[in-house]
């Protein structure tokens, strides 16, 4: 059973940087497409970046764009999504999720049937 936990959340300044990991276990990590979701209050879910199993393909929501980094380790079966120049709208919890597709970067939470609990993130001074 495919298991995600997400780490690295926290209160951080506008402007600030913050680091989330998400860890897998129990399924073929190297393989899928993973995402990073966040949703806030009174929101939508939302897919803020996603990378292939190889790490060379990567798309971001364009409002993160130059922010964030997705990334990957499938050597230690963890995503990680860098967040710099933090600003508060995006005050959210954030989700780490796999996908069971190879090669693409869906957006839709609908194609990622494995999520992990969430961590929160909070910009705010």
């Known amino acids: 059973q495919v298991q995600l936990v997400e780490s690295g959340g926290g209160l951080v300044q506008p402007g600030g940087s913050l680091r989330l990991s998400c860890a897998a276990s129990?399924?073929?990590?190297?393989?899928?497409?993973m995402g990073w979701f966040r949703q806030a209050p009174g929101k939508e879910r939302e897919c803020v970046a996603a990378?292939?199993?190889?790490?060379?393909?990567?798309y971001y929501k364009d409002s993160v764009k130059a922010r964030f980094t997705i990334s990957r380790d499938n050597a230690k079966n963890t995503v990680y999504l860098q967040m710099n120049s933090l600003k508060p709208e995006d005050t959210a919890v954030y989700y780490c999720a796999m996908s069971r597709t190879v090669g693409g970067l869906p957006h839709s939470g609908d194609e990622y049937p494995y999520w992990g609990q969430g961590t929160q993130v909070t910009v705010a001074s």
């Open positions: 990378i292939t199993w190889s790490g060379g393909s990567t």
């Open positions: 129990g399924g073929t990590f190297g393989r899928y497409t």
